[in-house]
C-alpha cells in the first residue's frame, strides 16, 4: 500500500533552516506529482508546495517564495522541502502528500516549530 513518511522537523529560532524528507512506497513515485501541505495549530491545511513527476517544474505557495525549495530524487523515492529565513508562522504539521495540490494521500507528519 501507498506509504509516506515524513522526517526532518524539530525546534528552528527565526530565521533559522530545517530540511525536511519524506520516503515514499507502494506506488510509483516517478509517475507522481507530489507536493507538501502543512496545517498550524487550530487552522486547516495549507498547501505549500508542489513539484512536478520528473522535478521539472515547482510551484510555491506566496508566503513561501523564496524560502522554500522543493525537490525530488526519483532514483531514491525521496522529497525534500528545504526551509530556509523560517517565520514563526511557519510553525505547523508538515505532510508529504501526493498531487500536484495535496491530497488525501498523505503521511503522519512532521511538526516544525518555529520559536525563540
Known amino acids: 500500500q501507498v506509504q509516506l513518511v515524513e522526517s526532518g522537523g524539530g525546534l528552528a529560532q527565526p530565521g533559522g533552516s530545517l530540511k525536511l524528507s519524506c520516503a515514499a512506497s507502494g506506488f510509483t513515485f516517478s509517475s507522481a506529482a507530489m507536493s507538501w501541505v502543512r496545517q498550524a495549530p487550530g487552522k486547516g491545511i495549507e498547501w505549500v508546495s508542489g513539484?512536478?513527476?520528473?522535478?521539472?517544474?515547482?510551484l510555491y505557495t506566496d508566503s513561501v517564495k523564496g524560502r522554500f525549495t522543493i525537490s525530488r530524487d526519483n532514483a531514491k523515492n525521496t522529497l525534500s522541502l528545504q526551509m530556509n529565513s523560517l517565520k514563526l508562522e511557519d510553525t505547523a504539521l508538515y505532510y508529504c502528500t501526493r498531487g500536484l495540490y495535496g491530497s488525501s494521500i498523505r503521511g503522519k507528519g512532521t511538526l516544525v516549530t518555529v520559536s525563540s
Open positions: 513539484i512536478y513527476t520528473d522535478g521539472s517544474r515547482t
